[in-house]
């Protein structure tokens, strides 16, 4: 039996469904690329962006024709960008499992991704919904010209907490928000529908991110399958360390961490320490908090049912999660 | 003015529009990011893509709604996967000018590849048209797979002919294929007519491919804008490499290229010399000349146009490029 978050249960159904589309995806005629593609869909993923179009469907009446095809395209296009940012970040591990660029070189990488895109955009074509087709290209390009800008023009700690928020849309809520505004549109779901189920999922992926930037500095390393402070390790400022500086913009420690190469692990691990230590942490929750109300919020005059109870319980669950 | 080739005059106008597209699509905020995108665009593309979409819309009534972004979407499926080969294949040169890689790290080689990928979609669904967006997505499938199933299974020079023409068909001819179809199918041209022009473009497409696999051995290097042998270097084996084993398979510099560590440049420019005065060169060639009677003979029942008349010369004039 596939497992899912518990509080997934009442769609376990659907999701099973999205499991055995995401199978087919990756089945390929090439068994050493089948070893390479298996484990990516394997290892973990909570599926939460396609739980998002499943229980964003549920307020009206979604044909699972469509339904399927948009939650795997999700799923696949979240798994493409996975799958290209290990290589631009190198990390070491993600998920607890070796990435694939330490055992494969860059070249399989790209081709992976790009294949990994290729399929998601067939997915999302499978939907023969325009509005959703053109939601889908547009967040994918939000997804690409947002990691495009960071990466030619990032602003090291010098950047602005707006710069911030608009990086975590860009990375993150964006999709969310794709995610539950498709799945209200398959269902044909009202304007106002559609809008509240967008606002809900854009609400969920700030607070996510920012626990995802909360989680790099405090996070237990077993826990995370992967080991913290690794955006300080590619000098990307998260919300954290921005509120670290708030409180107090003179700690040498930061522009010496991020300015100067002979920088060391050492010197980050001091910094993490720091920061975990300073009310900086609480206030980034604060902040957290504030986007998971704003979600609740969003749905709040839509009809209650079991599934909008799992939209509810989803926004605390990830606002109290530890990986 | 645009620069164009000569036999595109009759469609000067649509190519124009096309070019001030894809202007727009690379117009970023980014300026480091404008002297990466911009160079892509200019370096002298011959927009062969774009032109067989519009071509292929003559022959019944299409709107420059629907036509302009998705030749501009062809354009830049095809740039964007310049952008990630050019990494693939670490090549120093292309179309002249230094490729990205070498000046630019692998990391925002995949964001720009990927960026052109998110545009090429978003130009896809601007056509609002579900058949041409689902061809766009199984092409891009194409264009990815046949790249994965090379990288991860390749044969190096055991590979037999069905499967090299399996990968130019993957790589050229089905990209060729779905600009003339799609071109077709926005001009609501009937069935008929859309197998014909579809027709078309893969057999050109076939034989544009064997003809750039002659070039990388007889081609001269400053018309060509980059070094020859570029196939060899990669262990690729194209066309003439395996006529030259078919005519006699006992050649054991072959096996010494593509096999032993120890190959050098020498033996490559060795390797390439013998084939190039061999018989496989010419006939090679007949096998592109093969397909380009194909090409010109599926639209032989197409109504004479100065239309038709630019694709029978489009047809000859692949033939006989010199770059």
């Known amino acids: 039996m596939l497992k899912i978050l518990s509080i997934f249960e009442p769609i376990r ?3 099973e469904a999205v499991e055995d589309r995401l199978r087919e995806c990756v089945e390929v005629e090439v068994s050493l690329l089948r070893h390479v593609l298996n484990p990516l869909l394997d290892s973990g993923g909570k599926r939460i962006r396609p739980a998002l179009v499943i229980l964003s469907s549920t307020f009206h009446k979604a044909d699972e024709e469509t339904l399927v095809p948009l939650a795997a395209s999700v799923e696949l296009l979240h798994t493409a960008t996975l799958v290209h940012d290990d290589l631009l970040d190198g990390s070491i591990l993600r998920r607890g499992s070796p990435t694939l660029n330490t055992s494969f070189r860059a070249g399989a990488v790209i081709l992976v991704g790009d294949y990994l895109f290729a399929r998601a955009a067939d997915q999302a074509a499978a939907t023969r919904s325009v509005p959703v087709i ?7 390009m939000t997804i690409c010209g947002g990691e495009l800008g960071q990466a030619f023009n990032g602003a090291g700690w010098r950047r602005t907490k707006e710069d911030y928020y608009q990086s975590i849309y860009d990375k993150t809520a964006s999709l969310f928000a794709a995610s539950t505004e498709t ?12 809008r509240a189920l967008r606002e809900y999922g854009y609400n969920l992926g ?6 995802d930037d909360i989680l790099d500095f405090t996070g237990d ?16 400022a998260t919300l954290p360390l921005l509120l670290f500086l708030e409180i107090d913009p003179g700690h040498d420690i930061v522009s010496f961490v991020f300015d100067e190469p ?18 900086a942490i609480a206030s980034a929750r604060a902040e957290a ?5 704003e979600a609740k919020n969003a749905i709040r ?4 049912s079991e599934y909008r109870q799992v939209m509810l319980d989803l926004a605390d669950y990830l606002l109290d999660r530890r990986e």
Do not use: C, N
């Open 13 to 15: 159904q659907e999701l």
């Open 134 to 140: 053109t939601i889908f290209a547009q967040t994918l």
């Open 183 to 194: 799945g209200a549109i398959v269902s044909e779901a009202p304007e106002r529908t559609v």
């Open 206 to 211: 700030m607070a996510f991110q920012i626990l």
């Open 221 to 236: 390393e077993k826990e995370l399958g992967k080991p913290i402070g690794s955006d300080l390790r590619q000098r990307t």
């Open 262 to 279: 002979q920088a060391a692990e050492e010197d980050i691990r001091t910094l993490i320490e720091m920061v975990k230590s300073s009310p």
């Open 289 to 293: 908090e504030h986007f998971t109300a």
């Open 301 to 304: 005059d839509l009809p209650a």
